[in-house]
């Protein structure tokens, strides 16, 4: 009789396959506003996180609005400089991100 481990071991690889796949999370499905589903595995925002539906007027408002205390408020642009700065490695970086504020 001739062996058969070449196509048993086919077969170990196709269900090993095909078990992987079934085992890889699913999508979430949302409802937006409109009614339409989204599929969606990206991030999600969560409670009191920015809006995504805001208006370009709203935005440049808001970056203005941001600018302005950045200049005008030491302790907010020190704030922003340890969180936005703060996580970077790299001294020429991190140089170059305190200098973005302006000091």
Do not use: W
Request: hydrophobic share 35%; with cysteine; aromatic share 4%.
């Amino acid at each position: 009789m001739k062996s058969n481990h070449g196509m048993i071991a086919g077969m170990v690889f196709a269900a090993a396959f095909v078990t992987a796949i079934v085992a890889i999370p699913a999508a979430h499905a949302q409802t937006d506003t409109r009614g339409v589903e989204v599929i969606t595995n990206g991030p999600q925002p969560g409670p009191g996180e920015m809006r995504s539906d805001r208006s370009a007027p709203e935005n440049v408002r808001n970056s203005q609005r941001y600018e302005s205390l950045v200049h005008s408020n030491p302790n907010f642009r020190a704030v922003r400089e340890r969180k936005e700065c703060g996580p970077i490695d790299e001294p020429r970086l991190q140089e170059e991100c305190v200098a973005s504020f302006g000091k």
